[in-house]
């Protein structure tokens, strides 16, 4: 059960941002929030995470709900190199147990 | 040094066969964890190990038998394999199992069972 639900796939154009959603519904009070993709014929890549403000690094920013409920990440310019698939990950009741959902498949056009 | 490093890239085997994959981290960390990945799919858990010992089994058939000698190394024997269990093998390591650490993951074994 991975506890989080993102839809199929999303497409952007290049240099406009993207926000990527993730429903978390079942989050307990000290899940971290968790997002990673998956370039072709790599392994996962970390990207951001979180646990209850919002969070900003040089690849990312995440958007964590009030509620904690849901949580949104944000490119804020589309690149070519951003296509990938974005995996959105709520720890699991053993912390670090991180089960990966379905994933988002993120198309950037030029 | 930030790399995971898995041996080797790629493997043929027959269901005979015994092999062994192997992966390397000297990030000094003290979880590593397996996953597999099935074409188009998300990664699958199937062992971590804290500080060397066994913490999360995922019900993973006998045939899969991890190993962690040491904090920096994680091997996956493999014996009497199915073609169903082709797939890419990933490690990961993270510095602990406590709640927000970062995972950071090898490239994987392509792993190909005829």
């Known amino acids: 059960d991975a506890k989080t639900t993102q839809p199929n796939s999303m497409e952007s154009n290049e240099e406009e941002p993207v926000h990527l959603p993730c429903n978390h519904s079942?989050?307990?009070?000290?899940?971290?929030i968790h997002w990673y993709r998956q370039l072709p014929s790599q392994g996962p890549e970390y990207v951001i995470h979180?646990?209850?403000s919002n969070v900003n690094n040089r690849m990312a920013s995440l958007a964590i709900a009030e509620d904690r409920k849901s949580s949104t990440l944000i490119l804020h310019r589309a690149t070519l190199r951003d296509a990938a698939v974005y995996y959105c990950?709520?720890?699991?009741?053993?912390?670090?147990?991180?089960?990966f959902g379905a994933g988002t498949r993120l198309t950037v056009k030029p | 040094d930030t790399e995971v490093t898995q041996t080797p890239k790629h493997l043929v085997m027959g269901m005979t066969n015994k092999k062994s994959l192997k992966c390397e981290q000297h990030?000094?960390?003290?979880?590593m964890y397996w996953y597999k990945q099935k074409a188009k799919k998300p990664p699958e858990l199937m062992f971590v190990?804290?500080?060397?010992?066994?913490?999360i089994n995922e019900s993973v058939p006998s045939r899969f038998s991890p190993e962690c000698p040491n904090s920096s190394l994680l091997n996956l024997h493999l014996h009497a394999l199915q073609p169903e269990d082709s797939a890419l093998y990933l490690c990961?390591?993270?510095?602990?199992?406590?709640?927000?650490?970062?995972?950071?993951f090898g490239s994987g074994t392509q792993l190909s069972v005829l």
């Open positions: 990961a390591s993270s510095q602990t199992l406590a709640g927000g650490e970062k995972l950071f």
């Open positions: 079942t989050i307990s009070g000290t899940d971290y």
């Open positions: 979180g646990l209850t």
């Open positions: 990950i709520r720890e699991g009741d053993n912390n670090n147990d991180m089960r």
């Open positions: 990030m000094g960390h003290r979880a």
């Open positions: 190990y804290s500080y060397e010992k066994l913490s």
